[in-house]
């Protein structure tokens, strides 16, 4: 029997989750295939459910569900309940768990670049959907000094910011807030956790910020990986500032939910090249 495994999200004409998850099953001989499920929200419970067949081994979840699958699973992993959102279904015999390898994967992708250092930081997160939940759950860990979340609805970026009690300073503002630069300018790090720059996406050629909102010497880190170059990180190199592409979290964070599904060791180099691969024929 081949199992079955996807991705679920809207729209999904970006991913490339398919090419380099399906290169690791190949690689390691393991009967499964793994596809895009494009689903619109009012669609994903009942295609969720369809996982308890014995066929699926689980799922991937992506934009824009992440938040509200975490109805739609019988048990959660205490990381994605703290982080109040999940990417990662797993099918056990017909109960369904839910994971966040987001969280973990955005760790790995940002200790890979080594000369940036996190500790008393100033950081702002751009976005405050699932991602952006997940990385503020992994930055209040990393010493940083203070967090300024920006999002276009600014209540939902209040929300975000009073979900997470910590010690440090968290403000929020909205995108069209007339601090977004100031506030820019004085992070060390910087990251976006929206589509904006997506390929395919509604604002496929915008950027959240401009080259003279970026600091130079800072670090930008974009969740949007396809393009591996997006309008942002175009923008923070004009800045003199590092950047950090989202293909490291994409794959790290795919290969923790790889180990879930089959409970195996990921071939890490196989999906990096696979990713690589498929990105540059995207272009």
């Not at 992708?109 to 992994?138: H, M, Y």
């Not at 999002?151 to 209040?158: F, P």
């Not at 720059?197 to 909102?213: F, I, R, V």
């Amino acid at each position: 029997m081949t199992c079955k495994l996807g991705i679920f999200g809207y729209p999904l004409s970006h991913s490339i989750s398919p090419v380099f998850q399906q290169a690791a099953l190949d690689k390691l001989k393991i009967n499964a295939s793994y596809e895009a499920w494009e689903v619109p929200p009012s669609g994903l419970a009942s295609r969720i459910e369809e996982l308890r067949n014995p066929t699926y081994l689980g799922a991937n979840v992506t934009i824009p569900h992440k938040e509200s699958a975490m109805d739609l699973v019988d048990e959660l992993d205490p990381l994605a309940e703290k982080i109040g959102s999940l990417n990662t279904i797993v099918n056990r015999k017909g109960k369904l768990l839910g994971y966040n390898t987001d969280a973990g994967g955005f760790l790995k992708a940002l200790k890979s670049t080594e000369s940036f250092d996190p500790k008393g930081a100033n950081v702002l997160i751009i976005g405050a959907g699932g991602a952006a939940r997940a990385a503020v759950c992994s930055l209040l860990g990393l010493n940083i000094s203070r967090l300024v979340i920006a999002n276009r609805t600014l209540d939902r970026a209040i929300s975000l910011g009073k979900y997470f009690s910590s010690s440090i300073e968290v403000s929020a503002i909205g995108m069209n807030d007339s601090r977004l630069t100031e506030y820019a300018r004085r992070s060390r790090l910087i990251i976006n956790c929206t589509s904006m720059g997506m390929k395919n996406g509604p604002a496929e050629q915008l950027s959240p910020l401009g080259s003279t909102a970026i600091q130079e010497g800072s670090l930008v880190c974009d969740m949007v990986y396809n393009p591996a170059m997006t309008p942002l990180l175009v923008e923070a190199i004009k800045s003199g500032a590092s950047t950090l592409g989202g293909v490291s979290m994409l794959i790290y964070q795919g290969a923790a939910a790889f180990e879930l599904w089959t409970d195996t060791t990921p071939p890490i180099g196989v999906m990096f090249r696979a990713a690589k691969k498929a990105l540059e024929l995207n272009q």
